[in-house]
């Protein structure tokens, strides 16, 4: 190797098997890879080389290629991944490819010095992206969350809007037709009276005219007399009991949505909770779930009545969609503390460890395609966090889940 061993020069010598370990190294390459000398012996020397120089190297061992003659650039990289680079020659002996190398001089230096700025300027830049790119999918996640929280707070508007209207259109000609009710069984009352009166004559009207009793009693008996009597007054109250109901409906549906209400005011939970069940009556009955409830006697909570409910209903909707038919979903309240706690738990599949994190992110679903948004706990959350409250979810795969919405008590 000629002067290249110039005993003035800082001389770098590695011993390299035909697997590609170390055999040995002298202390300035162990000083170079910041590792002890006994320690490198036996490690792959690929582990502290660059991509492209491990490929050469592994070639030359398995004499893919030749070895070349002339003098030619190694880049190595330290136990911290910072590169460093030789000027290296290198021959077989025996069994061992031994490679002795230097760092480069003069020019070399500089550029090399020159690189590894460059090389950590770029490693800035990376890491900037890298920040940048998660605080811009952050900012995305949030615009995404705020459109979806604007286009339900635009459609609960209409909707609130709607069931005012409904409820005013409705509620005037139900009260028309409930008042003509009352009336219809008032006045059936007193006709009945007075053919219960009539019939009490009959014996002294047989002994007046036995053609005039005898024509009253086929009448009578034409007309089924006696079924009318029982079967009216039923009809007309059952009349006015559907009437009561729509007239309940109604009601539930403005006190679900109650968006007109949008400021806070006192309201009973209990009373939110009753008319968001009904309300979900027709999927409890396609789901064949039981909802059984136990609502202690709370005082009046200070919320926004529309939008709290929207969040007890998408609770209380997700419970009975995981359950299976048969199964039971539980509905309390309580207070705890200094907060009121409503309880919805669930027999069904429960939720996953790795999902619990995510339950309330915006658009996350475990539901089929088309099954759901999955903007119902994001709401949901979104609703209970501007009360002041929180959400927490207990879950078990297979054994059911329970979600607790926790509110502070106002005076």
Not at 260 to 277: N, V, Y
Not at 291 to 320: D, F, K, M, R, Y
Request: net charge negative; aromatic share 4%.
């Amino acid at each position: 190797m000629g002067d290249f061993l110039d005993s003035s020069r800082v001389i770098h010598l590695m011993g390299i098997t035909s697997q590609g370990s170390f055999r040995f190294v002298n202390d300035t390459v162990a000083a170079l890879l910041k590792k002890d000398r006994k320690e490198l012996r036996g490690r792959r020397v690929f582990e502290f080389m660059t991509r492209p120089d491990a490929d050469r190297l592994s070639l030359w061992l398995s004499g893919g290629q030749a070895l070349p003659d002339d003098v030619f650039v190694m880049n190595v990289v330290d136990s911290e991944n910072i590169p460093h680079s030789l000027n290296c020659r290198i021959s077989w002996l025996d069994d061992l490819l031994v490679l002795v190398g230097e760092p480069p001089q003069s020019d070399n230096l500089a550029l090399q010095e020159e690189l590894l700025q460059l090389n950590n300027q770029l490693a800035v830049l990376s890491r900037e992206n890298i920040r940048k790119g998660r605080e811009l999918a952050k900012a995305l996640a949030e615009l995404k969350q705020t459109q979806a929280m604007l286009v339900h707070q635009e459609k609960m508007a209409s909707l609130g809007q709607m069931t005012a209207g409904i409820a005013h259109e409705i509620n005037t000609p139900i009260a028309y037709v409930m008042n003509n009710e009352s009336i219809l069984k008032r006045d059936f009352d007193d006709l009945l009276e007075f053919i219960n009166t009539l019939g009490d004559a009959l014996p002294e009207i047989e002994g007046l005219s036995s053609r005039i009793h005898s024509e009253i009693i086929q009448k009578a008996e034409a007309i089924g007399l006696e079924h009318l009597a029982e079967a009216i007054p039923r009809k007309i109250s059952a009349n006015i009991e559907g009437l009561d109901r729509v007239k309940k409906i109604v009601l539930d549906l403005r006190n679900f949505s109650r968006l007109d209400e949008a400021e806070r005011k006192l309201s009973d939970l209990a009373e939110g909770i009753q008319s968001t069940l009904r309300f979900l009556g027709p999927l409890i009955q396609e789901h064949d779930v039981r909802v059984e409830t136990e609502l202690a006697p709370l005082p009046l909570v200070l919320c926004s009545p529309g939008p709290l409910n929207q969040a007890i209903h998408n609770i209380i909707a997700n419970a009975i969609q995981a359950s299976c038919p048969g199964q039971v979903v539980r509905v309390s309240t309580d207070q705890i503390q200094d907060e009121y706690c409503i309880s919805v738990i669930d027999q069904g599949a429960g939720i996953s460890p790795e999902h619990q994190s995510r339950v309330f992110d915006p658009f996350f679903t475990t539901k089929p395609v088309g099954s759901g948004t999955g903007l119902g706990l994001s709401i949901a959350h979104q609703v209970v966090a501007a009360h002041g409250g929180r959400i927490e979810i207990d879950s078990q795969v297979n054994q059911g889940t329970t979600v607790r919405i926790l509110l502070p008590r106002r005076s």
